[in-house]
C-alpha cells in the first residue's frame, strides 16, 4: 500500500514549455486534490476532483489543466510554464472528502 | 462556517520539555478539526482530528491534541518534545463542499523548532 505517489520528484523546465504531474493513490479513494506550496506560506488548492469523471476549480487554477483519469489518477498540466509557476506541487486524496492523505511532492523550476 | 487560527509563526522549545502548538478556532454548528505536520521536504502528514467524542484526541507520533469548547481550542501537544518533532504544524480550515465534502485551507502553519 503506498498511497499517494507522485512523478517526478524534481523537474526544471524553461519558460514556455509543457509538462504533466502525475498522481496515482491505491486507497479507493473517491477525492483527489492538487496544491502548491510556495516559499513561507500554506498550501493553496489548484483543482480538486470530488470524484471519477468530475473536476473543479480550486483557489488558483490559472495556468493549469487537469485530468481525473480513472479514480487512482489526477494529473496537473502545464500548457506553457512560466517562472511564477515555480513551486513545490502536492496530490492528495480522501475517501469522500474526509481525510486527505498526501503524496511527497513534486519540486517544479520554472527558468 | 468554520474558521481557524494559529496564533503563532514559530514556537520554540527544549528536548524533553512539553510542546504546545496553539489552534484556536470559530464555527458554527459542530467542528471538524485537523493537525497535520510537515517534515523538512516531505509532503504532509495527517496527525489527528477531532469531529465528535472525546475532547482528547490522540494521534501519530505521541501527538494529543485537546478539543477545548469553552476556550475554542483544538491545541496540539506532546509531553516530552523531540528534536526529530522540528517540522511545520498546519491547522487547516474546514468547509463544506457540496460536491467534495470537505474542502481543507491550510495557512502558513506554526514552525516548531526543538532544541537540544
Known amino acids: 500500500n503506498a498511497g499517494v505517489t507522485q512523478t517526478p520528484k524534481f523537474q526544471v523546465l524553461k519558460t514556455g514549455q509543457s509538462m504533466t504531474l502525475q498522481c496515482a493513490q491505491d486507497?479507493?479513494?473517491?477525492?483527489m486534490y492538487w496544491y502548491r506550496q510556495d516559499p513561507g506560506m500554506g498550501l493553496r488548492l489548484i483543482y480538486y476532483?470530488?470524484?471519477?469523471?468530475?473536476?473543479d476549480k480550486g483557489e488558483v487554477p490559472n495556468g493549469y489543466n487537469v485530468s481525473r483519469l480513472n479514480k487512482r489518477e489526477f494529473s496537473l498540466r502545464l500548457e506553457s510554464a512560466a517562472p511564477s509557476q515555480t513551486s513545490v506541487y502536492f496530490c492528495?486524496?480522501?475517501?469522500?472528502?474526509?481525510?486527505?492523505?498526501f503524496g511527497p511532492g513534486t519540486r517544479l523550476t520554472v527558468l | 462556517a468554520q474558521s481557524v487560527a494559529q496564533p503563532e509563526d514559530q514556537v520554540n522549545v527544549a528536548e524533553g520539555n512539553p510542546l504546545t502548538v496553539k489552534c484556536t478556532y470559530s464555527?458554527?454548528?459542530?467542528?471538524?478539526l485537523f493537525w497535520y505536520v510537515q517534515y523538512p521536504n516531505r509532503g504532509l502528514q495527517f496527525l489527528l482530528k477531532?469531529?465528535?467524542?472525546?475532547?482528547l484526541v490522540k494521534g501519530s507520533y505521541g501527538f494529543e491534541a485537546e478539543f477545548n469548547k469553552s476556550q475554542t481550542s483544538f491545541h496540539l501537544k506532546k509531553p516530552s518534545a523531540l528534536v526529530s518533532d522540528s517540522a511545520l504544524y498546519f491547522c487547516?480550515?474546514?468547509?463544506?463542499?457540496?460536491?467534495?465534502?470537505?474542502?481543507?485551507?491550510f495557512g502558513g502553519g506554526t514552525r516548531l523548532m526543538v532544541k537540544p
Open positions: 492528495a486524496s480522501s475517501h469522500r472528502g474526509k481525510t486527505q492523505y
Open positions: 486507497m479507493n479513494h473517491n477525492s
Open positions: 476532483s470530488a470524484s471519477e469523471g468530475t473536476t
Open positions: 464555527v458554527s454548528g459542530n467542528p471538524y
Open positions: 477531532y469531529i465528535t467524542g472525546d475532547n
Open positions: 487547516p480550515e474546514r468547509q463544506r463542499n457540496n460536491n467534495a465534502g470537505n474542502m481543507l485551507t
